[in-house]
Each structure stands twice: as structure tokens, then as C-alpha cells.
């Protein structure tokens, strides 16, 4: 090579060189001056309330979990003979069918997808507390030693049973024999989708929880307001009637304006100036307790989860298991949480299939949640099929091996 062109692809080197360094620096230049409009932003909203930024307590660095979490997850075979004929039974003039629709008791064929998902995913968990009326799937595999096989006698009080609501088994979910104080409750449409830890759960032995309050979406279908935000509200009164929001908050501004929400912080801001509150933000994904709260809320509002747990069905006249959820945060006793962009909700309908098989696919998302919901009541029962089969085939590419938790195929 010539000492010319030598001398050019020198310069030609160093000059890429530079130009990275440039890029470099107005990175860092960038991400400096972010973290400043962060800190003046946190400052304007904390100042008019006497918080400026010595005020604030930082949040505790994460410590290893050193306690066991168990995992607990209902099911129901609303096909079943003998349980179609019990529901009968109990089933009145009265009863809200529009809360209580057939789609909440379809079992779609998937639960041991469920057991594999854990299984591979979340190997680190203590135990998995199986609940349901009795009824028990021809696969699993009860002797294994992580598997406890729970009825609703086991610990629903005699006065409730038998049972078809949802919110007097979740409400009483913490009289389980043997569950450990820390659990991760799962309905039966909510999958593990990649690898998680404890520390996704739980920091320093607390949940991780969302603590905006976003009032909640009013929404109208044929016959007005959904049931499901008619009893939302009902835990909504309760925690106002139960807490000074305005004291919750300035208890723990650290947690109510985190730097994890981030401009959406301004809106806990608004409940701060008006001391109530008229919604939180809540995705239907897993719940994450601790037993005290349940405790707690039965000793100060027995009457009202009494009432609630009479019903055979769900009504708009109950409180519903997102309640605890709402009492961990205005006492404090949470960590909070960004909304869970990981966590991901899919209606069942033809519309959403070729969505959930990417989601399926990518394992973007930590938890999926394939909910039988109003638009799956509008399929027919070809596409209900096509959506059945479609995605159990998604998930059988997806965990194809049997998990332990499976009885051994012999044949």
C-alpha cells in the first residue's frame, strides 16, 4: 500500500473514531439532561405540599428473597354433568346473567400448559395450591411434591358452600391450610409466558403494585354499566370510607410520585387535592398478596365481605378480590410498579388470535391473559373451535415436553 493511501485510511480511521465519540457524548449529554428535567419536574410536584427532595425517603435497595412464595390458581370444568346440575340447582329468577354467563365456567382445554409454563418458567416456587369444587383433571399428577390439591370445603366457610361466585373463593383464598404468608394468585386465563424471578413478585417482602389513580373507564354495553366496574366502585367506597387518602399519600410520597410512573405521577396529585378516590389502575393479570391483608379487611369490614360471600353468584351489590390489592397500597405496605407493560391482556375473539400466536411466539410479555370475555360470546361456535385448537397447538410448539406435574403416559 502506498504511503498516500496509507496515510488516507488513517485519517478516514480516526475520523470514524471522532464521529463515534461525538455520538457518545450527546448520548450522555442527553441522558444528563433528562435525569435534570426528571429531578426539576419531581421537585415542582412535590414542593407545594412540603416535600422537597431531602424530604422524600428513597426507596430500600432489593434484597434477595429469603421467603417462600407459593402460587395458587382456580379452576372450573363448566362442562361437567355433575357441577352443571348443582349450579342449576342453586340458580334463581334473580340471579344477573349478564355477570354470570356461561363463558366464565368454559374450561378451554388448556390448564396443563399452565403446570408446564410454571414448571419451566418458575422452577424457584415453594408450592402450587390447585383449587377447585372438587373436580380434578385425568392428567395431573397429584403425587408430586410441589402440587396441593385444595376443595373449596378445605377453606371456604360451611355458610357460603356450595359456590359459583368467583369472589367468595379469591376472598377467602388466605384461609388455605398451609399457604404461605406471601403468595401469587392466578386465575386459570393468566400464563406464564418467559422466565421470572421472585423479585418480579415481591421487593423486601412487599408486592410490587401500580399505584396510579386512574378513575375507572365507565363502560356501557347493551344492558348499561359492566357489573364487573359496578362492583369495582363498591371497593372503591370501601377504601375511601377506610382511609385519609390525602395522610396515605403523604405518608409515602416516595411511592406515590416514584420516579417509575413518571409524568403519570401528576395524577395521583389530582386524588391528593380532592382526598378521594374515583378509581385505581388495575389490569386483570396475577394478584399478589400477602395474608395479613385479608386478615385485616375481614376484622374491619366483616359485614360487608359476609354480605358479599352469601351470594351464590356474582352481583353488582359485592366487593371483589381486588380490594386487598387496594388496601396494601393506602397503608403503604407495597412496592411500586410501573404498569406492566409486560403483562399482556387478549380478549378470545377471531380478531385477536393471529396476536396472541405472535405474542405466544415472542415471549415478549411476562404474563398473557386469554380471557373469555364479551367479544368471545360473540363468535360462533366454528370460530370458538378454530380459536381453541389454534391456540392449544400455539402452546403445544411452545412447552412440548410433559411437565412433572402430568401423570406418565404408558400407553
Same mark, same amino acid.
Not at 33 to 38: E, H, L, N, P
Not at 334 to 355: G, N, V, W
Given at each position: 500500500?502506498?504511503?498516500?493511501?496509507?496515510?488516507?485510511?488513517?485519517?478516514?480511521?480516526?475520523?470514524?473514531?471522532?464521529?463515534?465519540?461525538?455520538?457518545?457524548?450527546?448520548?450522555?449529554?442527553?441522558?444528563?439532561?433528562?435525569?435534570?428535567?426528571?429531578?426539576?419536574?419531581?421537585?415542582?410536584?412535590?414542593?407545594?405540599?412540603?416535600?422537597?427532595?431531602?424530604?422524600?425517603?428513597?426507596?430500600?435497595?432489593?434484597?434477595?428473597?429469603?421467603?417462600?412464595?407459593?402460587?395458587?390458581?382456580?379452576?372450573?370444568?363448566?362442562?361437567?354433568?355433575?357441577?352443571?346440575?348443582?349450579?342449576?340447582?342453586?340458580?334463581?329468577?334473580?340471579?344477573?346473567?349478564?355477570?354470570?354467563?356461561?363463558?366464565?365456567?368454559?374450561?378451554?382445554?388448556?390448564?396443563?400448559?399452565?403446570?408446564?409454563?410454571?414448571?419451566?418458567?418458575?422452577?424457584?416456587?415453594?408450592?402450587?395450591?390447585?383449587?377447585?369444587?372438587?373436580?380434578?383433571?385425568?392428567?395431573?399428577?397429584?403425587?408430586?411434591?410441589?402440587?396441593?390439591?385444595?376443595?373449596?370445603?378445605?377453606?371456604?366457610?360451611?355458610?357460603?358452600?356450595?359456590?359459583?361466585?368467583?369472589?367468595?373463593?379469591?376472598?377467602?383464598?388466605?384461609?388455605?391450610?398451609?399457604?404461605?404468608?406471601?403468595?401469587?394468585?392466578?386465575?386459570?386465563?393468566?400464563?406464564?409466558?418467559?422466565?421470572?424471578?421472585?423479585?418480579?413478585?415481591?421487593?423486601?417482602?412487599?408486592?410490587?403494585?401500580?399505584?396510579?389513580?386512574?378513575?375507572?373507564?365507565?363502560?356501557?354495553?347493551?344492558?348499561?354499566?359492566?357489573?364487573?366496574?359496578?362492583?369495582? +366502585?363498591?371497593?372503591?367506597?370501601? @377504601?375511601?370510607?377506610?382511609?385519609?387518602?390525602? /395522610?396515605? &399519600? *403523604?405518608?409515602?410520597?416516595?411511592? !406515590?410520585?416514584?420516579?417509575?410512573?413518571?409524568?403519570?405521577?401528576?395524577?395521583?396529585?389530582?386524588?391528593?387535592?380532592?382526598?378521594?378516590?374515583?378509581?385505581?389502575?388495575?389490569?386483570?393479570?396475577?394478584?399478589?398478596?400477602?395474608?395479613?391483608?385479608?386478615?385485616?379487611?375481614?376484622?374491619?369490614?366483616?359485614?360487608?365481605?359476609?354480605?358479599?360471600?352469601?351470594?351464590?353468584?356474582?352481583?353488582?351489590?359485592?366487593?371483589?378480590?381486588? +380490594?386487598?390489592?387496594?388496601?396494601? @397500597?393506602?397503608?403503604?405496605?407495597?412496592?411500586? /410498579?410501573? &404498569? *406492566?407493560?409486560?403483562?399482556?391482556? !387478549?380478549?378470545?375473539?377471531?380478531?385477536?388470535?393471529?396476536?396472541?400466536?405472535?405474542?405466544?411466539?415472542?415471549?415478549?410479555?411476562?404474563?398473557?391473559?386469554?380471557?373469555?370475555?364479551?367479544?368471545?360470546?360473540?363468535?360462533?361456535?366454528?370460530?370458538?373451535?378454530?380459536?381453541?385448537?389454534?391456540?392449544?397447538?400455539?402452546?403445544?410448539?411452545?412447552?412440548?415436553?410433559?411437565?412433572?406435574?402430568?401423570?406418565?403416559?404408558?400407553?
Amino acid at each position: 500500500m502506498s504511503e498516500a493511501r496509507r496515510t488516507i485510511t488513517n485519517e478516514a480511521n480516526c475520523s470514524i473514531i471522532d464521529g463515534k465519540r461525538v455520538l457518545l457524548y450527546l448520548r450522555l449529554r442527553m441522558i444528563i439532561t433528562m435525569r435534570s428535567i426528571i429531578r426539576r419536574a419531581e421537585n415542582c410536584l412535590l414542593r407545594p405540599y412540603g416535600w422537597g427532595k431531602s424530604q422524600v425517603q428513597r426507596l430500600q435497595k432489593p434484597r434477595p428473597v429469603n421467603f417462600p412464595i407459593d402460587f395458587v390458581i382456580t379452576w372450573v370444568d363448566g362442562s361437567d354433568p355433575e357441577w352443571r346440575k348443582s349450579r342449576a340447582l342453586y340458580m334463581q329468577k334473580d340471579v344477573d346473567y349478564e355477570g354470570n354467563p356461561e363463558s366464565r365456567y368454559r374450561d378451554w382445554g388448556w390448564l396443563k400448559y399452565w403446570f408446564r409454563a410454571v414448571e419451566q418458567y418458575a422452577p424457584w416456587v415453594n408450592k402450587v395450591y390447585f383449587v377447585t369444587c372438587g373436580q380434578k383433571p385425568d392428567w395431573l399428577n397429584l403425587q408430586h411434591e410441589k402440587l396441593v390439591f385444595v376443595t373449596h370445603q378445605d377453606f371456604i366457610p360451611a355458610e357460603y358452600l356450595p359456590t359459583f361466585n368467583s369472589n367468595t373463593i379469591e376472598l377467602n383464598l388466605w384461609r388455605i391450610p398451609g399457604l404461605s404468608e406471601h403468595f401469587v394468585y392466578f386465575n386459570d386465563d393468566v400464563f406464564l409466558n418467559r422466565p421470572v424471578m421472585p423479585e418480579d413478585f415481591f421487593h423486601n417482602g412487599l408486592p410490587k403494585l401500580c399505584s396510579l389513580a386512574i378513575p375507572f373507564r365507565y363502560m356501557y354495553y347493551e344492558n348499561g354499566l359492566d357489573k364487573w366496574f359496578r362492583m369495582a +366502585l363498591n371497593d372503591i367506597a370501601v @377504601i375511601n370510607s377506610s382511609f385519609d387518602i390525602r /395522610e396515605a &399519600i *403523604r405518608k409515602h410520597p416516595e411511592k !406515590f410520585f416514584s420516579y417509575v410512573f413518571r409524568r403519570q405521577a401528576k395524577i395521583n396529585k389530582m386524588i391528593f387535592d380532592y382526598n378521594g378516590i374515583a378509581g385505581m389502575f388495575h389490569t386483570h393479570t396475577v394478584q399478589i398478596f400477602q395474608k395479613e391483608v385479608f386478615r385485616e379487611i375481614w376484622n374491619r369490614w366483616s359485614a360487608v365481605l359476609d354480605r358479599t360471600c352469601r351470594f351464590r353468584f356474582r352481583n353488582e351489590e359485592q366487593v371483589t378480590p381486588f +380490594l386487598p390489592a387496594l388496601w396494601q @397500597i393506602f397503608e403503604g405496605e407495597y412496592y411500586p /410498579e410501573r &404498569i *406492566r407493560y409486560f403483562d399482556k391482556y !387478549f380478549p378470545l375473539a377471531s380478531h385477536t388470535l393471529q396476536q396472541v400466536l405472535e405474542a405466544l411466539r415472542s415471549g415478549k410479555h411476562r404474563f398473557l391473559c386469554l380471557n373469555d370475555a364479551k367479544e368471545t360470546d360473540r363468535e360462533t361456535d366454528d370460530a370458538i373451535c378454530t380459536i381453541q385448537k389454534t391456540i392449544k397447538h400455539a402452546m403445544e410448539a411452545k412447552f412440548p415436553d410433559s411437565s412433572r406435574y402430568e401423570k406418565i403416559d404408558l400407553s
